[in-house]
Nanobody
Framework: QVQLVESGGGLVQPGGSLRLSCVVSGSIFSVSVAAWYRQAPGKQRDLVASITSGGSANYADSVKGRFTITRNNAKNTVDLQMNSLKPEDTAVYYC????????WGQGTQVTVSS
């Protein structure tokens, strides 16, 4: 059974950086698409960034130029480097992977506040 476990969330000041990591149990090679979503209180869950097995990445307009998604096949991880963080980036961030079925992590809180 494939599981996703996120880490790296926390409290950071505006303009700061955080790196989220998602460990995919089992082999990541069979994951066709991996992504990070986020959900702020009272709002829907939105796509932040996605990456295919071939390494092609896409980003939400709101994070382009600030966030970078990477996939490490050797470590079975999907990471999200977040720079120049803004208060509006505050949300619970979820790791997602598609391996025949949709899989979700438990979420990690990111709070951007002074």
């Amino acid at each position: 059974q494939v599981q996703l476990v996120e880490s790296g969330g926390g409290l950071v000041q505006p303009g700061g950086s955080l790196r989220l990591s998602c460990v995919v149990s089992g082999s990541i090679f069979s994951v066709s698409v991996a992504a990070w979503y986020r959900q702020a209180p009272g709002k829907q869950r939105d796509l932040v960034a996605s990456i295919t097995s071939g390494g092609s990445a896409n980003y939400a307009d709101s994070v382009k130029g600030r966030f970078t998604i990477t996939r490490n096949n050797a470590k079975n991880t999907v990471d999200l480097q977040m720079n120049s963080l803004k208060p509006e980036d505050t949300a619970v961030y979820y790791c997602y992977a598609f391996r025949g079925v949709s899989l979700w992590g438990q979420g990690t809180q990111v709070t951007v506040s002074s």
